[in-house]
Each structure stands twice: as C-alpha cells, then as structure tokens.
C-alpha cells in the first residue's frame, strides 16, 4: 500500500518458514523500480514516501529489480 509523505519504512527479513525460502516485494509505487528481493536471513531495505512514490533509502543485501 502507499504512504504518506515523509513515512519512513524498514523491512527486514527476520524469519523463514524453510530453508532456502526468500521474499519478494512489490510495492505499487516504487521509484525506478517494480521489485525488491530479500534471500537471505538479515538482508532489508528502508523506503521513504514523497510525492506518491517510495523512494529506496538504504540496502542490506536486498536487490531491486
């Protein structure tokens, strides 16, 4: 879902049901980009909302397709 300006979200991947799992996201709104992939255990990424759009502020072992 979307944000609101200046919401700041940090989405860590903390915990998988087996092993080799990985997650995908899709938000509706990425700026640049469609995809942000976490495969392994403590990777992540933080978003910024501005203007209708997340905004990738950081990566941790996350990837953007």
Known sequence: PDGV???V???IYTSEGAA???VTI???NLLGFTTI???LLGT????YF???TWVVKSLN???LS
Do not use: M, R, V, Y
């Open 20 to 22: 080799g799992d990985d």
């Open 44 to 47: 992540g990424c933080e978003l």
């Open 50 to 52: 501005t203007d209708g």
């Open 5 to 7: 300006d200046g919401q």
């Open 26 to 28: 899709t938000p509706t």
């Open 9 to 11: 979200i940090t989405l």
């Open 61 to 63: 072992g996350a990837s």
């Open 37 to 39: 992939f976490l495969a």
